[in-house]
């Protein structure tokens, strides 16, 4: 079931999620609610996803049990604010942010990450 | 680049008053785009629930600016968004718009409304500390801060209510703020003052955050004295007020001290042609009614000025 109203892809199980980022080279998933911090990153990523063809966007709903491959994920230590943001490269976390970002703050990460 | 089409109306932002323009321009037949910065829906979407919008059920804010932005797009106009107006010429009788990917945009009439955005405090650690113990939505990150100790900066409605809110999580919470009063509603300040869990530092302001990759500490200065003195939080949660997102607009518009847009009552700017909208124009009340009576206006007004 979907728990997030966005345009783009939902994991609903951290399988599913593993198979994913192992099946994709470059992929950015934003675990969050349909809250304030969040929706502007979402909308982000669905203005993104046109664009960046070498990228696979996604969003997984921070109180699902299966969220916890995210919220456990070594790379979000100390994260105290909603979305936790998470940028795989071929299947290992690459980078993750924590709390709302803009546009800018977002491609300059792909940029880093998986390139122009 | 290419130029594109010419278009009726213009609209810059895509909020509460910048999508009733849409709705308001497009269903009148002229072609209407809007370009958009940040989220669609503006400060709609980082409303929790909206429960004053008449004729509405208690709504949540992101859903509001769903509909609005349907409607918008069901009368044919056409929104583009996460964008970056690099350039703005709007003195001639067509106004044009270089975007920083080089798009190029005309149209014949300009709605101004970018509206604002929270104010951040812009001192040393805000950043790298942003969602690793700085947060500006206590509903969104009150959870984080479970048995711990949080200080609230700010004054207003939004700092006195959100600290009430963070009494539900946080063991205490700390209510930082510049003046030697409060400027939200009374019950506001009551709620506040009766809860037991908050404590009160009047004419105070913060000067940094320090944490070794989580935050750790502030450092704050006492206004009267100059007396800077340290502490130690888990968290912060900044509520100091909005600004409007008029910087780019300097010197093209006319803007007042506070750096809103001034506009007469059919919501004209000193410009021909240009009209402004919402949060930031010169107003005393800011709502997602005013903005969207004002989307109302300015879209009015600019089709009377197409059509003259
Ligand atoms: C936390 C919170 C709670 C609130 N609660 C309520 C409530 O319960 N009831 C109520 O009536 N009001 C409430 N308000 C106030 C209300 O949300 C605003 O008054 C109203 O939404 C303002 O609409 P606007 O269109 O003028 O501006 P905004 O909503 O600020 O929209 C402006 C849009 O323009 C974009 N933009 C900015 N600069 C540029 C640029 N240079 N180029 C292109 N686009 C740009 C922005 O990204 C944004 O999308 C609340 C506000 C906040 C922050």
Redesign the interface.
């Known amino acids: 079931m979907r728990h997030l109203?966005t345009n783009l892809h939902e994991f609903e199980s951290a399988a599913e999620l593993e198979n994913y980022i192992n099946e994709n080279e470059n992929v950015m998933v934003c675990c969050g609610?349909?809250?304030?911090?969040?929706?502007?990153v979402y909308?982000?990523m669905e203005?993104?996803e046109e664009e960046r063809e070498n990228v696979k966007f996604a969003v997984m709903a921070f109180d699902s049990p299966e969220a916890g491959i995210i919220r456990n994920d070594p790379a979000c230590r100390?994260?105290?604010?909603?979305p936790f943001t998470m940028y795989y490269k071929n299947g290992q976390a690459a980078h993750a942010?924590?709390?709302?970002q803009?546009?800018?703050q977002v491609t300059t990460i792909l940029d880093e990450q998986f390139g122009a | 680049m290419p130029q594109e089409e010419i278009f009726d109306v213009i609209i810059v932002g895509a909020g509460a008053a910048g999508l009733t323009a849409g709705i308001y321009s497009s269903r009148a037949k002229l072609s209407t785009l809007i370009l958009n910065?940040?989220?669609?829906?503006g400060q709609m979407?980082?409303?929790?629930e909206i429960a004053n919008y008449p004729g509405v059920d208690t709504k949540?804010?992101?859903m509001l600016a769903?509909t609005m932005k349907m409607q918008a797009k069901q009368f044919g106009c056409k929104i583009k968004?996460?964008?970056?107006i690099k350039s703005y010429d709007l003195e001639g009788e067509v106004k044009h718009f270089v975007l920083d990917d080089g798009r190029e945009f005309s149209s014949r009439a300009v709605i101004l409304t970018p509206g604002g955005r929270p104010r951040s405090l812009g001192i040393p650690g805000e950043e790298s500390f942003?969602?690793?113990?700085?947060?500006?939505?206590a509903?969104?990150?009150g959870e984080?801060?479970t048995g711990k100790e949080v200080v609230v900066v700010g004054g207003g409605n939004s700092a006195l209510e959100e600290a009430v809110a963070l009494t539900s999580y946080a063991t205490r919470v700390t209510i930082v703020h510049q003046f030697d009063h409060f400027q939200a509603f009374k019950h506001a300040v009551e709620q506040a003052e009766k809860n037991p869990k908050i404590s009160f530092i009047m004419e105070s302001e913060l000067r940094s955050f320090k944490g070794d990759?989580?935050l750790q500490e502030v450092t704050m200065e006492h206004l009267p004295k100059g007396k800077i003195t340290t502490m130690r939080t888990d968290?912060v949660f900044i509520f100091a007020g909005y600004i409007p997102n008029t910087e780019d607009l300097d010197g093209i518009v006319e803007l007042n001290e506070r750096k809103e847009i001034v506009t007469d009552t059919d919501l004209k700017t000193n410009l021909p042609g240009v009209f402004a909208a919402g949060d930031c124009i010169v107003k005393k009340y800011r709502q997602v009614t005013t903005a969207v009576a004002d989307g109302t206006i300015a879209s009015l007004s600019a089709a009377e000025y197409l059509r003259s």
């Open positions: 109203s609610r349909m809250g304030p911090m969040c929706i502007p909308g982000v203005e993104l100390g994260f105290m604010g909603l942010t924590s709390s709302i803009n546009m800018q | 910065e940040g989220a669609i829906g979407v980082l409303t929790e949540k804010g992101y769903n968004s996460g964008l970056q942003k969602g690793k113990g700085i947060s500006y939505c509903t969104c990150d984080f801060f990759g989580v968290g």
